[in-house]
């Protein structure tokens, strides 16, 4: 009949596995995956940009001022794309410093506020969408 006794060598995996497992503080946030850190949140869902903004996301505009004076959706900032890296700071304002906190961009038709996004996640913040074009605000 086989001994059910572990291996020494598999009991010294077990015990560190263990001790792995338990050491870990419990108030440490987990990292984002570095897939989902790569590409930010979810693009073109005007669904979860509304979601986003109503739970304090801000809603950047990067169009020109003359597009933003033309139209906008209210309440959105506007950082024109050829100003968003000198205006960073004004960014981490937005966010109240908290680089985790979502961020809804849009333009025109989406290209640059795509550009954008890849700016602002350059910058640190993980979590950017982008809402496409000014438009697609009130779709489904």
Do not use: F
């Given at each position: 009949m086989?001994?059910?006794?572990?291996?020494?060598?598999?009991?010294?995996?077990?015990a560190?596995?263990?001790l792995?497992?338990?050491?870990?503080?419990?108030?440490?946030?987990?990292?984002?995956?570095?897939?989902?850190?790569?590409t930010?949140?979810?693009?073109?869902d005007?669904?979860?940009?509304?979601?986003?903004?109503?739970e304090?996301?801000?809603?950047v505009?990067?169009?020109?001022?003359?597009?933003?004076?033309?139209?906008?959706?209210?309440?959105?900032?506007?950082?024109?794309?050829?100003?968003?890296?000198?205006?960073?700071?004004e960014?981490?304002?937005?966010?109240?410093?908290?680089?985790?906190?979502?961020?809804?961009?849009?333009?025109?038709?989406?290209?640059?506020?795509?550009?954008?996004?890849?700016?602002?996640?350059?910058?640190?913040?993980?979590?950017?969408?982008?809402?496409?074009?000014?438009?697609?605000?009130?779709?489904?």
């Amino acid at each position: 009949m086989p001994s059910k006794k572990l291996s020494t060598a598999g009991a010294a995996l077990l015990a560190l596995a263990s001790l792995t497992a338990c050491s870990k503080d419990a108030n440490h946030a987990p990292s984002p995956a570095p897939e989902a850190a790569a590409t930010g949140l979810p693009d073109r869902d005007p669904a979860l940009a509304r979601k986003l903004v109503s739970e304090g996301a801000p809603l950047v505009d990067v169009r020109t001022p003359e597009e933003y004076a033309g139209g906008h959706v209210d309440g959105a900032v506007n950082v024109p794309i050829d100003e968003l890296d000198a205006r960073l700071e004004e960014i981490d304002k937005l966010t109240s410093g908290d680089k985790n906190k979502p961020i809804v961009v849009y333009c025109q038709s989406g290209g640059r506020a795509g550009r954008a996004k890849d700016k602002l996640m350059k910058a640190g913040h993980p979590r950017v969408t982008n809402l496409g074009g000014v438009g697609d605000w009130d779709k489904k």
